[in-house]
């Protein structure tokens, strides 16, 4: 059964920081491209980045790019998202995602507020 | 950035009833490789999105045959043959022919 667990949420002030993690289980982890997504409160899904198999390619939303970076350790079944300069508009609950949206995990919740 | 467009955004249907959701792009969504990368998602209340279709018309395994997806270049369409009460929730288009990957609006199905 493929399961993906995100953790690493929390409440955080403007400006801080977070790292995310996903770990994966139930397919062969470093065959598949891997997203991170994100949906604020009452609103629809956004792709926030993805990242290629090997870990070479890289792709951000423009809202994010030079604050967030996505990595993986195939070697670990994990996903990372490390974000910094976080702002409200950051609020959101973070899905992982691999094989374009066929997997997506439970979600973790990030609060950016003072 | 490519813009998907969904209509309509509420969509109130009746049991047993068909259901169709259109999604339009702003570019054409065929990729250099032939491909046309447009999947659709369905997410109830409280949960994950949950995807539905793959590359416009493939239905991913588990998913009733009652889902159809259709449409080719700028305009698509994912039909309910009849719809049931397990079927409420929002649908959602997403292309992954460009980055930045984008989602349509949203689609709220109800049971009238």
């Known amino acids: 059964e493929v399961q993906l667990v995100e953790s690493g949420g929390g409440l ?8 995310l993690s996903c770990a994966a289980s139930g397919f062969t982890f470093s ?7 994100r949906q604020a409160p009452g609103k629809g899904l956004e792709w926030v980045a993805n990242i290629n198999r090997d870990g070479g390619e890289k792709y951000y939303v423009n809202s994010v790019k030079g604050r967030f970076t996505i990595s993986r350790d195939n070697a670990k079944n994990s996903l990372y998202l490390q974000m910094n300069s ?7 609950v973070y899905y992982c995602g691999g094989s374009r949206g066929l997997f997506w995990g439970q ?5 950016v507020s003072s | 950035d490519v813009v998907l467009t969904q209509s309509p955004l509420s969509l109130p249907v009746t049991l047993g009833q068909p ?27 409280g949960q994950s999105p949950r995807r539905l279709i793959y590359e416009v018309s493939n239905r991913d395994s588990g998913v009733p045959d009652r889902f159809s997806g259709s449409g080719s270049d700028t305009d698509f369409t994912l039909t309910i043959s009849r719809a049931e009460a397990e079927d409420v929730g929002v649908y959602y288009c997403m292309q992954l022919t460009y980055w930045p990957h984008t989602f349509g609006q949203g689609t709220k199905l109800e049971i009238k």
């Open chain 1, 12 to 19: 955080v002030q403007p400006g801080g920081s977070l790292r």
């Open chain 2, 19 to 45: 259901a169709s959701i259109s999604c339009t792009s702003s570019h054409s969504l065929v990729q250099s490789d032939g491909n046309t990368y447009l999947n659709w998602f369905h997410q109830r209340p």
């Open chain 1, 107 to 111: 979600g973790t919740l990030v609060t």
């Open chain 1, 31 to 37: 065959s598949h491209w891997m997203n991170w997504f």
């Open chain 1, 86 to 92: 976080l702002r409200a508009d950051d609020t959101a």
